[in-house]
């Protein structure tokens, strides 16, 4: 099993429209959530942490689940600068340094 | 400038060439890593350094050399490289503390070829 876990898609969405995703992690030890957005050819900005209550900013909704190690992202309101590949990113029990990357998930938002 | 650098944007080579990559942090940070980003691969990390020290080195050949003169600058020295060490050389940096939580911020990479 990969340590990060993510659907490849692409998701196809209409803009406007509401899209959800999910990353699972393998290490039940993991402290820190993020999700990454990565534009074709370019570097990974950071979207949002994502935090054990969950947390919201704007269109954009982070959770984790523990019980069932899963972090998700909802998007509201999908727009065509949404466009691009979101990574789940986890931290190791081990080391605070290391983050593990998931492949991605590639998400086109359609007019 | 602001965020992190990177120089070259691009960089074609041969095998038997030396080159050296460039990343600079204008945000203050304790740590810089170099990640490869190879085509439909998720990131894989290199090396870290945090005060300047190395701190872990993930097994990666050692035609990969680091250095890290101070905590703004980070080189990544390439020598002898081969076709399969092509991809997308990220370089990141974060602020390491008490809290779990390592954002890491990246700089806009370079896209090497090995010939």
């Known amino acids: 099993r990969k340590e990060v876990e993510q659907d490849p898609g692409p998701f196809n969405v209409p803009e406007g429209a509401t899209v959800a995703f999910n990353c699972t992690y393998s290490n039940s030890a993991s402290q820190s959530f993020f999700w990454y957005r990565q534009d074709c050819r370019k570097e990974p900005k950071l979207l949002m942490s994502v935090y054990s209550s969950g947390n919201e900013d704007g269109r954009f909704t982070a959770q984790l689940n523990r019980a069932s190690q899963y972090i998700s992202l909802l998007i509201r309101d999908s727009k065509l600068s949404d466009s691009a590949t979101y990574l789940c990113?986890?931290?190791?029990?081990?080391?605070?340094?290391?983050?593990?990357w998931g492949a991605g998930t590639k998400l086109i938002i359609k007019p | 400038e602001t965020g992190v650098t990177q120089t070259p944007r691009h960089l074609v080579m041969g095998m038997t060439n030396k080159k050296s990559l460039k990343c600079e942090q204008h945000l203050g940070h304790n740590a810089m890593y170099w990640y490869k980003q190879s085509a439909k691969k998720p990131l894989e990390l290199m090396f870290v350094?945090?005060?300047?020290?190395?701190?872990e080195n993930n097994s990666v050949p050692s035609r990969f050399s680091p250095e890290c003169p101070n905590s703004s600058h980070l080189f990544l020295h390439l020598h002898t490289l081969q076709p399969e060490d092509s991809a997308l050389y990220l370089c990141a940096s974060s602020q390491l503390g008490a809290s779990s939580y390592n954002e890491q911020f990246f700089g806009p990479g370079t896209r090497l070829t090995v010939l």
């Open positions: 350094y945090s005060l300047e020290e190395r701190v």
């Open positions: 990113v986890v931290n190791t029990e081990d080391s605070n340094y290391q983050l593990i």
